[in-house]
């Protein structure tokens, strides 16, 4: 009788199988949209797909063999292999794992906004190895960008129509209750006393309409800059929801950038809406300072906190703001205080100082 076959893959078969696996992953990595980067454990690059070639500019023959942080700009340049050291020695993940916005530099210098995620793999001979893979958020943020430039026009619009239609509406209407209470006063009726009550309403309501019309129009930071208009702010909204709102500041902050400041403004006036109208606060305080190279914008107010379900509109608020922030290279967060309330908290990279 013949021998029987052996079920085993011979040594071939098993050889043969893991080449076209390899070939298969291989493949894969090559042709993804998005970069993918592989370094060891001392920053240096090992491989690089097509992708990182048209993202960065750099030939493969190039950047293989380098540091990592040739794809940064300062000041990340210079921290990078720090962040990785402390990681090996520690174990404290600051990005790997966890998915993140950072800033890349191409190869001309220009620098760019990217979503990065990294991952860590233990070869069979106890090599360590990271890979990063790089989406290029520039698009995206172009997107944000003209988005937000929209709401601005329409926000506008809309307080432009509130100041001159409803506001001056709402005068006139004054003005005329005003003379019939006169009137009624005159002749010792006693419904002047209710329509001088319905006089001091209207009076109130043109006050927060104008107010109102005020936020919505398009912020112009004169002289006195992002700290003026903070300053107008919680006056302003101290005026029309009778409530204690102040700003404060340990040293004056000057910022010459006009988008980021009429940004932090903007993240600044949502925060104290929601205080006010979502937050029934009381009391909001906000709060700018400069600080080891950042600019940090806080508004904390004594209202009920966060809620476990937000209230019809104000999801998308949050988002706006976490946009603006996101868009200065900086970060938001939204949390509640110990002793109830809520803390909005602004940081961004600080621009340089005037000359």
């Not at 085993?8 to 070939?23: D, F, G, I, N, R």
């Not at 026009?153 to 005329?176: F, M």
């Not at 309501?205 to 702010?233: H, Y």
């Not at 309330?341 to 961004?348: A, I, R």
Request: aromatic fraction near 4%.
């Amino acid at each position: 009788m013949p021998a029987k076959k052996s079920a085993e893959p011979s040594l071939t078969e098993l050889k043969h199988a893991l080449q076209v696996s390899e070939q298969r992953a291989a493949a894969i990595v090559e042709t993804a949209v998005n970069a993918i980067i592989t370094i060891d454990e001392n920053c240096v690059i090992e491989t690089a797909n097509s992708a990182t070639e048209r993202l960065f500019g750099y030939q493969r023959s190039e950047i293989i063999g380098q540091n990592i942080h040739i794809l940064m700009p300062q000041p990340y340049r210079d921290r990078h292999d720090g962040y990785v050291a402390k990681y090996l020695k520690t174990g404290q993940k600051r990005i790997i794992g966890i998915g993140r916005e950072a800033v890349a530099q191409r190869k001309d210098g220009s620098v760019f906004p990217i979503d990065l995620s990294v991952g860590e793999a233990v070869l069979p001979s106890g090599r360590r190895i990271f890979t990063g893979i790089i989406r290029d958020l520039t698009e995206r943020k172009e997107l944000e960008k003209r988005i937000l430039h929209i709401s601005e026009e329409e926000q506008a619009r809309i307080g432009q129509d509130i100041h001159d239609d409803l506001c001056q509406q709402l005068a006139a209407i004054g003005c005329l209750v005003k003379v019939a209470q006169k009137n009624l006063a005159a002749i010792g009726c006693p419904e002047s006393e209710s329509l001088q009550e319905v006089v001091r309403l209207i009076s109130k309501a043109n006050t927060c309409a104008r107010e109102t019309s005020r936020g919505l129009m398009p912020v112009v930071l004169d002289v006195g800059g992002l700290m003026a208009a903070l300053e107008e702010l919680a006056t302003s909204t101290a005026r029309a929801y009778e409530v204690a709102c102040d700003f404060r500041y340990d040293n004056p902050v000057n910022i010459a950038d006009n988008d980021m400041a009429v940004q932090l403004f903007r993240i600044a006036q949502e925060a104290v809406s929601n205080a006010v109208k979502h937050g029934q606060a009381r009391r909001v305080e906000i709060r700018l300072i400069r600080q080891s190279g950042r600019v940090v914008l806080t508004i904390r107010d004594d209202g009920v906190g966060i809620p476990d379900k937000p209230a019809k509109g104000t999801g998308m608020g949050l988002l706006t703001m976490s946009h603006r922030a996101q868009m200065m290279g900086g970060t938001l967060s939204v949390t509640p205080r110990p002793n109830g309330g809520t803390q909005v908290l602004c940081s961004v990279p600080a621009p340089a100082k005037n000359p």
